[in-house]
């Protein structure tokens, strides 16, 4: 299994019920890789100074969260060189027509007129990522299905004009219900790249922040705990921070605050944020400026590279890139 989160900005309550919580999960079920896509960061506009912080706290998060350095292989994206290349010569069997197609790039192409060619060509790394490692099963949010299925395709191709090299990989898209939206629009997907301040819970806010954040999280006039995300969009994804933080489900929430106003009930999940946000951020204080954190991105840095070059070098051979 292989997934990777971009460093685009602090990791927010929507990324840790989304992604995480699930890769941590899935680090008992199968043989784990987890990096960090640095290089997709690039493809649209971001502060070196930014970036560079935003990687390191990325890494000090997945192991803050639980993502464990001795199950899963845990290494930096541009790192690795050898995803690059393995990008260039995917290009060359990708058509510009299925890329015009991709779902991202008509929407954040639309939103700067100065795109870059990189991020036209995104998919073709995120195939290289995937490919390189025979990489079975790709946990992804459904907005990163397409880029999954484009992967497969570019397998599928390479693999009949040249031959058996690449492995096929699955999407393993998380059931819906676990999307967590903005707590003063739920209307709108809670976004590690939001510019909105209360909306958004980021990991390392501090506990009484996110405590505020929820106290005045946007709600209606029913006045009543029902999950109705229709009429009551902002209680419906309370309850669903609720519900996944704790493993309880959504009628038992419903019942055990049947008589409860809403400040009482934003309380509750304040807590229960509060709570385990508070010690992922302990072990991230220590882990943040530690010796540890390089180690294990040596170590993962290594690893990577000798996976990756072997399928470069298969490659590179079938093309014909030989003397
Ligand atoms: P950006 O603002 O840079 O687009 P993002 O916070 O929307 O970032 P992505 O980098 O697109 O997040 O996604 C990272 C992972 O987190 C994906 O697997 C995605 O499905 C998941 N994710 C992101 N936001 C949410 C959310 N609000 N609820 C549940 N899962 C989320
Ligand atoms: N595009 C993904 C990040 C990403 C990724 C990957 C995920 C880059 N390469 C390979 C899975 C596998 C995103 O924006 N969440």
Redesign the pocket.
Known sequence: ML?G??P??T?????Y???IKQMVEYQEKYKSIIFIADMHAITVPIDSETLANNIRQLVAIYIACGIDPEKNLIFLQSDNEFHANISWMLECNTYFGELSRMTQFKDKSAKNQNFTAGLFTYPALMAADILAYDTHYV??????KQHVEIARDIAIRFNKKYGDTFVVPEPLI?EAG????DLQDPTK??????ESQKGVIRILDDVNTIRKKINSAVTDSVGKVNYDPENQPGIANLINIYTSLTGVSKEEVVEQFADANYGTFKKAVGDVVAEKFEKIQARYNELINSDELDKILDEGMKKSREIAKAKYEMMKNKIGLRR
């Open positions: 997934t989160l971009q685009t900005g990791i927010t309550l929507g990324n019920i989304g992604a946990p992804v949010g459904i907005d990163q998380r676990t999307k967590i939206m997907k809670m976004s590690k790249s939001s």
